[in-house]
């Protein structure tokens, strides 16, 4: 068995412990003579997994009482339309725009309401935070929106705008986990699981109570409405327990590892390494700001696209894959998620340096 180092922006890496751990009770899980894809959704059993799965996750990030914690479906892409659609009571919203994932929530959220765009770092590429002292916040809107890591560009907001009693909403799909952040600043949080927890195919929603009601926009369906989920603890309809269950491991892995100081610790190391070398390289590059770089995604170029395309090739073929930048932005990106080890790095950036000084 040969397994790559995997840079993979989404679906990611997860640690090898967990893929090990799934593998053994594929056949038979704990002694039920099933495996988890086949139980009840309803059995004490799976019950007691999602059950696990939200306490660890609450622990792991401290999420106070007062918020619900929701796995669902539908993919962070989901919750752009879900939020306002529940969220949205005088049908106007402030979004900062920060690169695709934001824009793509935009133009849902213009779906059913009015959007203004309170800041945006669109003018050089998302290679940027937009400056957040002096945000205007309008008075009308209903919350306030970012997309907290941004995948695509690799920038991250190291600091929140100040929203008053406006409830600032977050994507973090990208970065969820990766380090501690204070959730009371937040009205929801919301991440994909197949970056930084689990398998595609679920998506936590992290809400304050006081979000969560029947008062949604109308023509909401059943499906769409954070008070149905919450109501019936994630289990409404069948959710996506396989899912849950390989999250539930990687929170545990996490908290074994000793939680998200330890994660952010880890993930400062790494991170450094990477953009040390790309600050002392003659050949590569990174794009973004320095004050504004996400620990998570590091795009970097060479300024050469056939160079670009060289170097992610000898790189696949000595066994670093998935460096291929976003479709829209090219050049390479490395995503070094929670599950990515401190050695892939090293061994990256070993690769880096032989291959710069080869081709300069
Ligand atoms: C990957 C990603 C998404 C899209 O997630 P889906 O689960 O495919 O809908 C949205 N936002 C961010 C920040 C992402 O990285």
Not at 52 to 67: C, F, H, S, V, W
Request: aromatic residues 10%; charged residues 25%; hydrophobic residues 40%.
């Amino acid at each position: 068995m040969a397994r790559v180092f995997n840079f993979s922006a989404g679906p990611a890496v997860l640690p090898e412990e967990v893929l090990k751990e799934a593998a053994e009770e594929m056949l038979d899980f704990n002694g039920t003579g099933m495996s988890v894809m086949e139980m009840s959704h309803r059995s004490k059993t799976v019950e007691r997994i999602i059950g696990e799965a939200e306490d660890n996750l609450r622990e792991l990030m401290n999420i106070p009482p007062n918020y619900k914690v929701l796995f669902l479906q539908g993919g962070a892409s989901q919750q752009f339309a879900m939020v306002p659609m529940n969220l949205m009571k005088n049908k106007v919203a402030d979004y900062i725009n920060t690169g695709q994932w934001a824009k793509k929530a935009i133009a849902e959220a213009k779906i059913f309401g009015k959007v203004n765009i309170i800041a945006s770092s669109e003018d050089k590429m998302f290679s940027y935070i937009p400056e957040l002292k002096g945000l205007k916040i309008s008075d009308e809107a209903d919350y306030v929106y970012i997309c907290h890591n941004n995948t695509i560009y690799g920038t991250k907001f190291n600091e929140l705008p100040e929203t008053g009693d406006k409830p600032l909403v977050a994507d973090m799909s990208s970065d969820i986990l990766s380090e501690p952040i204070d959730v009371t600043k937040f009205g929801v949080i919301f991440a994909g699981a197949q970056k930084n927890m689990g398998p595609a195919g679920v998506v936590v929603v992290i809400i304050r109570e006081d979000l969560i009601s029947d008062d949604v926009l109308p023509g909401t369906p059943t499906m769409l409405r954070y008070k149905i989920h919450a109501d019936n603890k994630s289990l409404y309809n069948t959710p996506p327990v396989y899912g849950i269950y390989i999250c539930g491991k990687v929170f545990k892995w996490i908290k074994k590892l000793g939680g998200l100081e330890e994660m952010k610790k880890r993930n400062e190391a790494k991170a450094a390494i990477l953009y040390d070398f790309l600050d002392s390289s003659k050949l590569f590059k990174g794009t973004v700001f320095k004050k504004d770089r996400s620990l998570m995604n590091i795009p970097f170029i060479t300024g050469s696209q056939e160079l670009d395309a060289k170097f992610i090739a000898e790189a696949k073929a000595a066994g670093f894959d998935n460096l291929k930048g976003h479709r829209t932005v090219g050049g390479m990106r490395a995503s070094i998620y929670n599950a990515m080890p401190l050695e892939g790095v090293k061994a990256l950036v070993e690769f880096m340096e032989l291959f710069e000084s080869k081709n300069i």
